[in-house]
């Protein structure tokens, strides 16, 4: 009788979970504003990169280095481009 | 037989004199590109406006910095003692070649020698990189710095053959250790020069009262140089292209 019990419950919770879970839609919303700013980003970050990798290899260049065999050259970079991109927020 | 026997003491008591005699040490390093300015107005001539106007910013906003130099018999560690500056416009050339935020180990117990740079900052974790010994020229040239007999070496560029680092080190302080990765000498750096980068000694400190003791770093990757190398080649992959 227990068991029956149990099994009727068990059923009884299953049951109204799937009877409350609704179907969703996903709505694709096309905002041209939003494309346009992620657009500036993208520009804005890539002009960064060439602009922080243009003066370390004329700093390497000065120094008759090669950027890529010390390691002191990507640190530069990276503070250039990171400074750089946070003049893009 | 008595002979060999007093051969042996004589041994044994040189060997544990020779390993009694360990030497603590703290060695405060000045680094400068006060040249670097100067240097590179005489050179360049026929550059974009900007980009000679942001290095010449660029050299013209580096400050002297120190660094210090920790070691004792077992290990050394190097870090510069100032802090960078986060500053969008202003990033400091001569922070950055002294080493910047990393520190760098150098092990010399009797299983291992490896000198290890800390890096928290490029890949956003921490790693401990293996770096590989340079291969050194040693010259037979002397001068004394802040006391000490020094002898040069120099590190030449493979692809040209020119000079690349130039180091003066002193064997009266009989460790391998140096400054950064630059290590493996007959004795503890005290100067070096790259270019218009240089660092001199300016403080020496041997057998402090209280000891050095160096922990070595915890919770970093270990990892090699080529490994590093490809992982910023992941993460950079920009910087890398023609």
């Not at chain 1, 804005?44 to 060439?50: I, K």
């Not at chain 1, 065999?69 to 640190?75: K, P």
């Not at chain 2, 044994?12 to 405060?28: D, P, R, V």
């Not at chain 2, 460790?175 to 070096?192: D, H, K, R, S, T």
Request: net charge positive.
């Amino acid at each position: 009788m227990k068991k029956l019990i149990l099994c009727l419950v068990f059923i009884f919770t299953t049951g109204t979970n799937f009877l409350s879970a609704e179907s969703t839609e996903i709505n694709v919303v096309i905002d041209s504003e939003i494309i346009k700013i992620s657009e500036d980003d993208f520009g804005c970050a890539s002009d960064c990169v060439q602009w922080a990798k243009g003066l370390v290899f004329e700093i390497a260049d000065n120094n008759n280095d090669d950027p890529n065999d010390y390691q002191f050259y990507m640190d530069i970079y990276m503070r250039y481009y990171t400074g750089c991109l946070r003049g893009c927020e | 037989m008595k002979y060999t026997l007093n051969l042996t003491i004589v041994f044994f008591l040189s060997l544990f004199s020779a390993t009694g005699q360990s030497i603590n040490g703290k060695i405060t390093y000045l680094a400068t590109s006060k040249y670097a300015e100067s240097f590179y107005k005489k050179k360049v001539k026929k550059n974009k406006k900007e980009i000679k106007s942001n290095i010449l910013k660029l050299y013209k906003n580096s400050k002297d910095v120190y660094s210090i130099l920790e070691f004792n018999e077992n290990r050394s560690l190097y870090y510069v003692v100032d802090k960078m500056e986060i500053n969008n416009d202003n990033v400091n050339y001569t922070h950055i070649l002294a080493g910047s935020e990393k520190k760098f180990y150098t092990n010399n117990n009797l299983m291992i020698y490896q000198n290890n740079t800390l890096d928290c900052f490029l890949l956003g974790e921490c790693f401990l990189i293996e770096n590989k010994i340079p291969k050194w020229e040693l010259k037979n040239e002397a001068k004394k710095i802040q006391g000490f007999e020094c002898y040069r070496a120099v590190i030449k560029n493979p692809r040209n053959n020119k000079i690349s680092v130039e180091v003066w080190y002193t064997p009266e302080i009989p460790y391998q250790y140096g400054v950064m990765n630059y290590f493996g000498l007959p004795g503890v750096i005290l100067e070096i020069n790259r270019n218009t980068f240089s660092m001199t000694a300016i403080k020496i400190e041997l057998n402090p009262l209280e000891k050095i003791k160096i922990e070595e770093p915890k919770n970093a990757k270990k990892i090699t140089e080529k490994e590093f190398k490809e992982l910023t080649k992941k993460a950079m992959p920009e910087f890398y292209k023609n």
